[in-house]
């Protein structure tokens, strides 16, 4: 038999069948606790937020409304409760996603690791060394909320920009054009950091 779909299982806990919010919280814990510890930078209070994002699904399931993707609507609660609880302790040091302008560029699922590629030499080999991926660690922390929330989902979550676009509440282009200056200020930071002694 095949496994049930996030959306299929989140229908039926919307329609009062909560045995599926058990398999979806199995299902997510570990990305999930990813994406708000890297968020909050504090893990004991991404474990705290991780609880309150599921309260959340589960108080606002007749909400749901199949087929809307089941992750898209989950980070949506999840960066909106980072957002909140940021503002709140006084964290949140970046400026509006509305603040951005440019123009787009070609390309849809470009990942932070591809987009890499096309730029360096052996970006791969790179990557997979651990100094480098601390560098990418690093770097990442060092970015707004905003910046890091789009490398992260499209690199780390594999998210398109269509998706993203629905997390973050703008258009699949103001997304990509985000996305492209997120990742020059990486690549800024990135580069600053490897430079280090």
């Given at each position: 038999?095949?496994?049930?779909?996030?959306?299929?299982?989140?229908?039926?806990?919307?329609?009062?069948?909560?045995?599926?919010?058990?398999?979806?919280?199995?299902?997510?814990?570990?990305?999930?606790?990813?994406?708000?510890?890297?968020?909050?930078?504090?893990?004991?209070?991404?474990?705290?937020?991780?609880?309150e994002v599921f309260l959340?699904?589960?108080?606002?399931?007749?909400?749901?409304?199949?087929?809307?993707?089941?992750?898209?609507?989950?980070?949506?609660?999840?960066?909106?409760?980072?957002?909140?609880?940021?503002?709140?302790?006084?964290?949140?040091?970046?400026?509006?996603?509305?603040?951005?302008?440019?123009?787009?560029?070609?390309?849809?699922?470009?990942?932070?690791?591809?987009?890499?590629?096309?730029?360096?030499?052996?970006?791969?080999?790179?990557?997979?060394s651990k100094d480098r991926?601390?560098?990418?660690?690093?770097?990442?922390?060092?970015?707004?909320?905003?910046?890091?929330?789009?490398?992260?989902?499209?690199?780390?979550?594999?998210?398109?920009?269509?998706?993203?676009?629905?997390?973050?509440?703008?258009?699949?282009?103001?997304?990509?054009?985000?996305?492209?200056?997120?990742?020059?200020?990486?690549?800024?930071?990135?580069?600053?950091?490897?430079?280090?002694?």
């Amino acid at each position: 038999m095949a496994e049930k779909t996030d959306e299929v299982l989140m229908d039926e806990v919307a329609h009062g069948d909560l045995t599926g919010l058990e398999t979806l919280i199995g299902r997510y814990k570990h990305k999930m606790l990813h994406y708000l510890s890297r968020t909050v930078e504090d893990a004991v209070l991404a474990e705290d937020l991780f609880q309150e994002v599921f309260l959340r699904v589960y108080k606002s399931r007749e909400k749901y409304r199949f087929p809307l993707k089941f992750s898209t609507w989950l980070y949506t609660i999840a960066r909106n409760l980072c957002l909140n609880e940021m503002e709140k302790r006084g964290l949140r040091k970046s400026v509006s996603l509305s603040e951005f302008r440019g123009s787009s560029e070609e390309g849809d699922s470009l990942t932070v690791e591809e987009t890499l590629a096309s730029e360096t030499e052996d970006p791969l080999a790179q990557l997979q060394s651990k100094d480098r991926r601390e560098i990418v660690q690093k770097a990442l922390m060092e970015l707004p909320e905003e910046q890091r929330t789009l490398l992260f989902l499209n690199a780390y979550e594999g998210m398109s920009y269509e998706e993203i676009s629905g997390i973050v509440g703008c258009s699949r282009g103001a997304v990509k054009v985000r996305f492209f200056r997120a990742y020059r200020e990486l690549e800024k930071h990135m580069t600053r950091l490897g430079r280090k002694p």
